[in-house]
C-alpha cells in the first residue's frame, strides 16, 4: 500500500482521533508506558542490533552514542510520558466566547491540527516523545526516523501502535515510514497532511521546505550570538559563554556567534579566548578582532555561520544598537543572548532582537520544550508563523470558531433592521 | 528602486515599529481618520477617474460597484478605525510567565509579525482596513491593490503614509505596489516577507501559493456547506439557506452545496426548490435529488464546485456522518453549518467538520471579522496553521520567549547538581 492512500484513511480517521476525551488519551499514554516496560527487552535487542550494524558501518561516533536505548534512556522516557499525562488538555480550550447578538453566540475552541508527519534524526527516545506528544493533543502522526535506528524504532512503533489500540483509539491514526522515498511520497500529500515537521541537517530541513505545498514547522540553521555589552558581569560572561559553545556543540541552540563591545574588547576578549582555547574552542575573527587575540581570519560577510562544532565566530560591535542590527542580519532568529547587567540596554536587545527566544544572562542552550517546562518538544520553530521557538503541545493544536444561533442571517444586520451586540461572555 | 531593496530597508525598520507604543500607533490611526476627513475632496475626485474609467472600458458590473468610494463608503472606514483605535494592543501580552528556577525567569510574549504583504481585490476600504489593521499591530505593511483602483488607492496610500510620518512612527515601514510585476517581486522576498496575505480569485490564490518560499495566509476555496437533519425547523432552515445563497453570492462565506436528510428529502426538498426559484437560484443535482426536483444533472464526483453566482449543488445524505464525511472531502475547510434543534447531532457535526467555522441554525454569511466583532479582518484564512477563520489583529501577532537569568548555565541541569521548578508565576 503507497503512503498516499494510508494517509488519505489517516485523514478520514482524524476527526474520530479529535472527538476522543482527554481521559481516554491519557489512558493511552499510560498504556504505552506499561508496554515498554513490558517489552523492555525486545527494545533492548533491537537496539543492540542497530548499535551493532553501526559499529560495524563505521556510522559516526557522535551518531552512535544517540542510537544508544539502555535502561537510563527507558526510565526518561517513560518519566516523559508521566509528565505529559499530568499536563491539561490543550483542547477544548475556549479562547473566546461572545454574544454577537440575542440568541447568536460565537466560542473559539482549541483542536488538534489534524495530521502531523515528523521526520525525526536517528534518536529512538525521539520516536516515543513525537508520538506521545501527539497523541496527546489528539493529532495522527506519520513518523519517519533516522534509518539507523531502523530496528529499534520498529519495536517501538509497534508498542505506540498497539497501546493506542488496546486502549480504544481509532484505527489508521498512527502510521511508520520505513523508507526514505517515503518521504518524497509525503511531500505530495497536500490536502491530507497538515503539517510537517522536519528535524535534522539544514540542507535536509531545507529540502523538505523547497519540495512540499504543506505547511511546514521548524528550522533550518541555529546561528545563535551572545552580546557582550559594556555593562557586563565578567565572572558570569565567560561560564555562560563557555557553556552555550561547549556543553552540546552539535545542538542548535549552541552560540555560534559572540559580539563584543568595543570599549571592553580589549581587555575582555583576550581572557575570553584564552578560557574557550582551555575547552578546545577554536576563534574566527575579522581584522579587528585578530588585533586583540590570535584567531583564524574570516571576511565580514562570512558571519552566517553555523559551526556545529568547538568553533565560535567573533565581532566587535560598537554598541547595543549595531549587536542587534548584526544579528538581525546574519542570525537565524532561533536564540540570542546579551550580558548586561545594565536592565534598559537589556530590553531594548530583548524587544528589537527579532528572534524565537532572546536572553539576558543565561545560556543559549536553555531553549528547549523540556528545560522550558514543555514536557517535551517536537522541534524548535524559527518561523514566526504558528509556532515559535520550543513546539510542545500548544503548538499541536489550532481553533475553530463554533457559531450557534436561531435562524440568523446576514441580511438583517446589512439592511439595519438589526445590528450586532457584540457582547463577550 | 526595486520593491526587493524598499522591502530589505523595510526589514530593518521593523523592529523599531514593534518596539512603538500603543499610544503612538493609535496616535496613527487618529491621523489617518482626520487626514481622511480633511482629504477627501481629493479621494472622492481620484475616484471619479477610477469610476470612469472602469465605465468606459466595460469592467464588471459587480467590480463597479465594489470601486466606489462615496462619504458612505469614508464614514464606514472612519467608524471602523475609531473601533480598531478602541481595541486592546496586541503587542507585549504575556501568555507564559514561569520560574524555570532561582533566579531565571522565562516569558512569552507577542511581537508583531514583521513585514506583511497584503494582495487585494479593487475595493479603496480594503487599503485603510488592511494599513490600520497593520499598523495597529506593529507590521509593516506592502499594499497591493486591484488596478481598477489605481488613482484612489495612490490618494489613500499617500494620507497613511503622510500620517504615519506625521504621528512619528519610522520611515519606510509602508510600501505600496502598484504594478502588476511587482507582485512576482515580493514573491521573490523569502527571508525579508515574513507572511503574505493573497485576496482575490481562487485563481491567483493558487497563483501565489504556488510561486514563493513565503508562508501564505487565506483561502483559495470557499466552498462552504450547509446540512439540513431530520430533526430541523423548517421555518428557520429556507431563510437560513436563502441569506446563505443569495445575500452576496460573490463572498467566500456564501453557501455552495446543500446537503439534505434522506427522511426529509421528499418533504423538504420541493419546498426549498421553490423558494431558491424564487430567488433566481439554480439548483444542481445528481440522479437522486432528479427523482424528487427539477434540476440540472450533475455527477456525484463534482461536489467540490464553488459557483460564486446563483447557483447551488443539492445532495441527500443518509445521516449526519455521511453528511460531516462529504464535507470533509468536498468542502474547502472554510464554513459549514447545519440545521437542527437536536443538540446532539450539532455538537457531533461542530466537533468532527473540519472547518474553520462550524455553525448550528445561522447563515454562512457570518464568517467575517466585523460581524465576529474584531474590527475588521485582513482575510479569512482555511489554513490550520497560525490563523484560522476571520483574521483580525490576533493573526498579525506572533510571540518571542525572553528569557532572564543570572548567568545560569545548562551544564548544571545536565550534570544533576542543579534541578528546573518550572513554577508559573
Redesign the interface.
Known sequence: MSVKSDVSLM??A???L??TSNELRNKVLEKIADNLLKEKDKIFAANEQDLKYAKDNDVAPQVQKRLLFNEHKLEDVISGIKQLMTLDDPIGKVSLA?E?DEG?T?Y?VSCP??VIGVVFEARPDALVQIATLCLKSGNCAILKGGKETANTNKVLFDIVKESAKEAGLPEGILLQATAHSDIDELLDCYGLV??LIPRGSNAFVQYI??NT?I?V?GHADGICHIYVDEDF?E??AI??I???KT??TAACNSVETILINRKIAKEFLPKLAKTLAENNVKLFGNKEVLEIIDAQKMEDDAYAKEYLDLCASVKIVENVDEA??HI?KFGSHHTDCIITDNDET?N?F??????????????T???DGF???FGAEVGIST????A???VGLEGLV??????????????D??NGSKT?K?RDL
Do not use: C
Open positions: 485523514k478520514q482524524s476527526p474520530k479529535a472527538a461572545r454577537l447568536l460565537l473559539r491540527i489534524g497538515d503539517l521546505m523547497n505545498k505547511p514547522m558581569n565572572d558570569l561560564p555562560v563557555v557553556d552555550a556543553q552540546y542587534i542590527e538581525n537589556a531594548k530583548m524587544q528589537m532582537v527579532d528572534s524565537a527566544g532572546v536572553y539576558q544572562n543565561a545560556s542552550r536553555f531553549a528545560r522550558y517546562g518561523s514566526k508563523i504558528h515559535r521557538g520550543p489550532t481553533y475553530k470558531y463554533k457559531l450557534f444561533g436561531h435562524g440568523h442571517v446576514v441580511a444586520y446589512a450586532f457584540h
